[in-house]
């Protein structure tokens, strides 16, 4: 017995995925006769909009924070996460972010349980004292340079000591990752030639990351 549904191409098996809406049918042949089924309606439901802003910088001293805020609508309902982690208990449409980390919403349509994840807000807490740049040739002077220095980074705070590995990424003044390493910590502590050629003058951002923990502080480059 030959099998097909809804005369779509290839589509012989006693079974057929639905992806979209519409009603379906499936035709069966035997060399005695051809039968067409009932037809099944299939309604496909979409997916809510999801969409968070920030209602202040996301970069911010310890301390600090920033209140993200998820797009209103009826009938929603919300749940945050940090980095693929569900956030015990948020599930207001406003969460405070207080720690570093990439926050997401997903809004969910209550009446028919469809859902959508939202973008993703990077939020990054530096430390000012836990990250020194100096000029490779004036250890006086950190900034500005010419795109070569010595990165010094001395991890302070309890909860931080003995990472045994950090990243360091450098973004140049449009917020572009220009420059990413992977550096060894000896004694809670980086001390690391960086050389960059061919920079551009301007304010760019080194960005220190290990664990959750990200801290950032600013480098002035000159020509």
């Not at 997916?47 to 920030?54: E, L, Q, R, S």
């Not at 209602?55 to 980095?83: D, E, H, M, R």
């Not at 450098?170 to 061919?198: C, G, K, M």
Request: aromatic share 8%; with cysteine.
């Amino acid at each position: 017995m030959e099998k097909e549904w809804n005369k779509y191409s290839g589509a012989t098996s006693p079974t057929y995925l639905v992806t979209t809406k519409g009603t379906y049918t499936c035709e069966t042949t035997s060399v005695c006769d051809t039968e067409l089924s009932t037809g099944i309606f299939v309604n496909v439901q979409k997916n809510p909009p999801a969409a968070i802003t920030a209602g202040g910088p996301t970069t911010f001293c310890a301390g600090g924070s920033v209140i993200l805020t998820a797009n209103a609508g009826g009938g929603l309902s919300y749940q945050w996460y940090k980095g693929a982690s569900l956030i015990a208990g948020a599930t207001s449409i406003n969460y405070t972010a207080t720690i570093a980390g990439n926050y997401k919403c997903r809004v969910t349509k209550t009446a028919t349980g469809c859902f959508k994840n939202s973008n993703v807000i990077n939020v990054s807490v530096p430390c000012k004292e836990g990250v020194l740049i100096t000029n490779e040739n004036n250890n006086n002077c950190p900034n500005p340079n010419n795109g070569t220095f010595m990165l010094d980074v001395l991890f302070i705070e309890p909860k931080e000591l003995n990472p045994e590995t950090a990243t360091v990424e450098i973004y140049n003044p449009l917020s572009q990752l220009i420059f990413t390493q992977q550096l060894p910590v000896l004694d809670n502590a980086i001390h690391e030639n960086i050389s960059i050629n061919n920079l551009a003058a301007g304010i760019y951002q080194v960005k220190i990351i290990f664990a959750e923990n990200s801290y950032t502080q600013q480098l002035l480059i000159h020509n």
